[in-house]
């Protein structure tokens, strides 16, 4: 992992390659961000190298040529190391670093540096180290023997076995304890979000840096931190939003960004649960970025593979105060209906968002008086977890409700069990 030096930062130089499908700006677009990346992780980067190929080599990911030609760049640049803007086989890096004689680092260990660096909570610093691990598994080069003073004993070597082996099945029992631990912080959160009444729920979701924390800021003075590089927030932060005289649960989640650890996604799923479970997302976009298009594109993706593509969404065109383009506005609303245009930072268009949010979860309800068995402490439970209990009556052995519940819930309010007709 990246170390910052008293004395003075990390130096890096950046390399890609690209298929004749990519046009090469895209490549250099890629690069930018991975330079981006790299500032966040501390580090500086000092050169960008570029190969157009079918393919990455399959043994050292650039080619023979181009390898020589970084071991020299290294060596003039006296570089600390090479990030490469894909993820790396580990022949491909023992080659690149064997011929450089520096250390190198691919995207996603370079991301995971990040969150490692930016993680706080329990539950955050769990997810990432275990990420971290199934990374790191099958790169092991004795690197992990530490692990041994934390759990072992007698008979915890077999005979005959090396040590590469011993350090696989030392990080294989570290991954299980930190799962079975993320599973019992996973309960804690659902005991918590079961906790907060019935209240609708709004997620902020968005490629990262799009201003989601600063929206957050602006909405309900939350006091996230907010900061103008990657990744600046990883824990999920919920608070309570007023709109329209109705309270509902706004939640600022982790931001995406391309190429994101698929064994990173994994161990945030539980944390991501905020996301899945919400009644409406307000997707952010940096509307400044020239990129904009491909990070709507990438964020929809990763919705998809947590579970979450079909909950309904606003897309929020944020720092608007930036474009000077009336005409480019009025594009971006011809091709996203029904999107929002704010700027978190002066409070621009925030009104008309709240309106937005107020519409859109208003019609998705429908008031009902439920009358239900007292005995049926799960069921009462269920209907203040999916709706907004207006009003509670006791009358002997029944508790009649009056409940704002979403349609979405209503065919399943009828199976529960002591649900009486009113």
């Known amino acids: 992992m990246i170390e910052i030096s008293d004395k003075r930062p990390e130096t890096a130089i950046l390399i890609g390659v690209f298929s004749l499908s990519i046009h090469r700006s895209r490549a250099e677009e890629h690069l930018d961000e991975l330079a981006l990346l790299t500032d966040t992780a501390g580090a500086t980067v000092i050169r960008k190298i570029l190969q157009q190929r079918d393919r990455p080599e399959v043994f050292s990911y650039i080619g023979k040529g181009k390898l020589q030609e970084l071991k020299a760049l290294v060596e003039e640049t006296n570089a600390d190391l090479v990030i490469v803007d894909d993820e790396l086989t580990p022949t491909q890096a023992r080659n690149i670093q064997k011929a450089t004689e520096t250390k190198v680092l691919d995207r996603p260990g ?17 997810q990432v180290e275990v990420a971290q691990l199934e990374y790191i598994l099958p790169r092991l080069t004795r690197l992990w023997t530490h692990l041994s003073r934390q759990k072992g004993g007698v008979g915890t070597k077999g005979p005959g076995e090396t040590q590469i082996e011993t350090d696989r099945r030392l990080v294989g029992k570290r991954i299980a304890v930190l799962k079975d631990r993320l599973k019992t912080l996973g309960r804690q959160r659902e005991t ?38 990657l990744f600046a927030t990883l824990d999920a932060t919920v608070r309570r939003f007023e709109v329209d005289g109705r309270t509902l649960l706004l939640s600022d989640t982790v931001g995406f960004i391309r190429k994101l650890p698929h064994g990173l996604v994994e161990s945030f799923k539980s944390t991501l649960d905020e996301i899945r479970e919400s009644d409406l997302l307000l997707h952010v976009v940096d509307v400044s970025s020239a990129h904009a298009s491909d990070h709507i594109r990438v964020v929809r993706e990763t919705l998809r593979e947590i579970g979450a593509e079909e909950t309904p969404e606003i897309l929020v065109f944020n720092k608007v105060d930036r474009i000077d383009s009336a005409d480019r506005l009025t594009a971006i609303r011809n091709d996203h209906p ?85």
């Open 110 to 126: 370079l991301i995971l540096d990040i969150f490692a660096s930016r993680a706080k909570s329990a539950a955050s610093r769990t």
């Open 192 to 229: 918590q979000r079961h906790g907060r009444g019935g209240f609708a729920r709004v997620s902020l979701v968005g490629y990262t840096n799009a201003g989601k924390s600063s929206l957050m800021n602006a909405l309900v003075n939350a006091g996230v931190f907010a900061e103008d590089r």
């Open 338 to 422: 029904g999107c929002r245009f704010v700027s978190a930072m002066r409070g621009i268009g925030l009104d008309d968002l709240k309106g937005a949010v107020s519409e859109r979860l208003s019609p998705d309800e429908t008031t009902l008086t439920l009358r239900v068995d007292a005995a049926q402490g799960r069921s009462l439970a269920r209907i203040h977890e999916w709706g907004r209990v207006e009003q509670t009556d006791y009358e002997e052995d029944i508790v009649r409700l009056r409940v704002n519940l979403p349609n979405r819930y209503l065919d399943r309010v009828n199976t529960l069990p002591g649900v009486l007709p009113a």
